[in-house]
């Protein structure tokens, strides 16, 4: 299932995979921790210091669509509700979310992120589901925009957020 994840990323962009090849840096991609987690990027640091990038897929990760969520993540991807522009797209429902959660409601600015000039998709693999942290089952993300959001897939494609925020530069 990680190499279909690969395989599906590497046939619909110009990424490609490869083994680690000597001791140049590479992400480890473990099942040894709790939850599907990853860092967002190369997590080497300036000076070089060769700091553990981690892909870590535990028991429950195993859906092609968490699978491919964290991999995106370990390329540089972050959440779509977590764009500079989200707020003319969805409305945070804070109320529904618990405070050691809010975290992953994050927005970045566009010194950070950037869409690349591709518009808000509600049915991205990197969008929460529409009752993600929810302490309630009530909704903590609701689309703005309804007409396009059927036009986009579902936007529950990633169902699975289970898991645990490790380290500051790790998200689920
Ligand atoms: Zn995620």
Redesign the pocket.
């Known amino acids: 299932m990680i190499e279909e994840g690969m395989a599906d990323i590497a046939n619909k962009s110009c990424i490609t995979f490869r083994p680690r090849d000597g001791d140049e840096y590479a992400v480890i991609i473990q099942g040894t921790s709790s939850g599907c987690f990853s860092n967002v990027g190369n997590s080497m640091s300036d000076d070089g210091d060769n700091i553990k990038q981690v892909l870590n897929l535990a028991k429950g990760c195993f859906r092609h669509g968490t699978v491919v ?1 964290e991999m995106l ?1 370990t390329l540089g991807f972050y ?1 779509m509700q977590s764009s500079y522009n989200r707020d003319e797209y969805v409305a945070i429902l804070w109320e529904n979310i618990s405070e050691n959660h809010k975290h992953n409601f994050k927005k970045y600015t566009n010194d950070t992120v950037t869409d690349f000039g591709v518009r808000y998709d509600y049915g991205s693999v990197m969008h929460y589901p529409d009752t993600a942290f929810s302490i309630n089952k009530n909704k903590t993300i609701v689309p703005l925009q309804v007409a396009l959001k059927q036009t986009s897939t579902k936007m529950n494609q990633h169902q699975n957020t289970r898991g645990r925020k490790v380290g500051s530069s790790r ?2």
């Open positions: 969520h993540h959440h998200v689920i």
